[in-house]
């Protein structure tokens, strides 16, 4: 293959007609072209007089030496699968998220026939009790927008954007397109889904799992687990089984889970993680900031990612939603949590984003391995009290927040948060080097996005869950301290988003594949 950089589009055009323009505008010409497509699509918005796409462009063409002047590109390739595994018990995998979906099917397409366990419910069913929780207040905490079929990126963005390098991300937005995705997340610089499109895809992937000999047992909790000689007895709420293979892909939320393995001497180990809140500021602000007023383009909602550091405390947006909402995300009761989630579309009128404060290990005294999660469901309950004990989250505007008063009214911008939320003043459960740290970034970030720090922006309290405050240690075969047990995903400490989670979770499979 052949690469055009930076191709630069100022006008709404289809692809097909920027394809064939670019190569009419480098000399290329279309009976030498087998294919071209578009690798890469981006907004550069850095010049608010000069937006516009930016794109690239790959290109096979039957004689490479006519085009010398163009750069020759090859592919990150996943090596093959040595199967090796011999095994008549299936491997069991406790939780259907990313991790345990993209290991699942991994397996299932190198003829292996997986259990996957989850204590949740089907998608559609799900959708229904998270819809309930949200219209009121009543909380199922075995399926919820923590657990159940697709994990806690079911009720997100759908942000399949990731930091790490892998020749394996090519595979898993292959699989997502298969399965229902646009065609669009195989090339945009900043892909995502969407809930409503995700309820459908998770769908298309259950048939597929089960049409190729998987089952999966939903409503069925991982409650314990026993090691013999060379056997793994796996204890579910509705089903007892025997394997020599478990994969923990569990979830960040998992914390029962937590408990249980460290009863059963496997090694966890804690780890760094963030806290802080959401917020929330009207979309139309965000596309005039990061777009300016001049651009004719038909551009989506605006984007942002900001940063601020101060000594060893830092500051970040996370899971940044436009046109989404702040959804209640509680998984155990009396309890309130918080994220964000946006449809394909992107069409609300609020924009939100966590704001989050990092958490080291050596802010906790002794050495439970489980310190982060009594620190997380700590503030959550505190935040629960302060929201009025009925579910309502606790809410605050920037204007008060910084000045530290309780807010008695709200302005131009609503709060999205269901069941409801009352004004507070977060500063009162927040510990102070979390409260510090953002108000510090807060001001920071309205430099370098005016209105950042506008005086009724919203503040939800509280973001707990972006990442898992422990790490279930593994091997180099991936494995923990206990044989045939492989931690997988963002429960286990190894992935930070839906694609890196699904990542992982091949990478676990093919450990199996290939274990002799």
């Not at 294919?35 to 918005?45: M, Q, V």
């Not at 991936?478 to 286990?492: D, F, H, R, T, V």
Request: glycine content about 8%; overall charge neutral; proline content about 3%.
């Amino acid at each position: 293959m052949l690469r055009i950089d930076n191709v630069k589009i100022y006008k709404d055009l289809s692809n097909e007609e920027i394809i064939r323009k670019t190569l009419l505008k480098n000399w290329i010409e279309e009976s030498d072209v087998i294919k071209a497509f578009i690798a890469k699509k981006s907004i550069d918005a850095r010049d608010k007089r000069n937006v516009h796409y930016n794109y690239t462009i790959d290109f096979e063409v039957k004689d490479e030496s006519k085009y010398p002047k163009f750069k020759h590109i090859e592919e990150m390739k996943e090596e093959k699968i040595k199967r090796v595994r011999d095994s008549k018990y299936q491997p069991i995998i406790v939780g259907s998220g990313p991790a345990g979906l993209f290991c699942a099917l991994t397996l299932v397409d190198n003829g292996y026939k997986p259990i996957i366990i989850e204590q949740g419910s089907k998608v559609e069913d799900r959708m229904k009790q998270v819809e309930e929780f949200r219209n009121t207040g009543k909380l199922n905490e075995l399926s919820n927008v923590q657990f159940g079929e697709g994990g806690a990126g079911t009720f997100s963005d759908g942000k399949l954007t990731t930091g790490i390098s892998s020749p394996y991300i090519k595979k898993v937005l292959e699989y997502f397109v298969t399965f229902g995705a646009p065609e669009e997340i195989m090339y945009e610089s900043k892909p995502h889904i969407g809930t409503d499109k995700l309820v459908n895809i998770l769908q298309n992937i259950r048939k597929y799992i089960e049409d190729k000999g998987g089952k999966y047992y939903f409503n069925s909790k991982l409650i314990n687990l026993k090691k013999g000689e060379k056997l793994i007895k796996v204890s579910c709420t509705n089903n007892e089984f025997f394997t020599d293979t478990l994969v923990l892909a569990i979830g960040h939320s998992a914390r029962d889970t937590y408990k249980m393995l460290l009863d059963n001497e496997v090694n966890i180990e804690r780890k760094n993680f963030s806290v802080g809140v959401r917020i929330e500021h009207r979309q139309n602000l965000i596309n005039k900031t990061q777009y300016g007023r001049l651009t004719k383009l038909d551009l989506p909602p605006a984007e942002y990612k900001l940063a601020y550091h101060n000594g060893e405390r830092s500051c970040y947006t996370f899971c940044m939603c436009p046109g989404g909402e702040v959804i209640a995300s509680s998984s155990s009761k009396e309890t309130i949590v918080t994220n964000g989630m946006s449809t394909y579309k992107r069409d609300k009128e609020n924009a939100n984003s966590a704001l989050l404060v990092n958490v080291l290990t050596t802010d906790f005294e002794g050495d439970d391995p489980l310190a982060g999660v009594y620190f997380q469901e700590d503030l959550e309950h505190k935040a629960y009290i302060l929201g009025g004990s009925n579910y309502n989250a606790p809410v605050q505007r920037v204007e008060d927040f910084l000045n530290d008063r309780e807010s008695v009214e709200i302005g131009n911008i609503i709060p999205s948060y269901k069941p409801g939320y009352t004004l507070c003043n977060l500063n009162e459960i927040l510990p102070d080097f979390v409260s510090k740290t953002l108000k510090e970034a807060i001001l920071y970030f309205d430099t370098k996005l005016k209105g950042f720090a506008k005086p009724d922006a919203i503040l939800t309290g509280v973001e707990t869950r972006s990442s898992s405050p422990v790490t279930i240690m593994r091997n180099d075969e991936l494995m923990s301290n206990i044989e045939g047990i492989y931690p997988c995903g963002e429960g286990a400490g190894f992935a930070g988003g839906i694609t890196s989670a699904a990542v992982d979770g091949i990478k676990v499979a093919r450990k199996i594949i290939e274990k002799e």
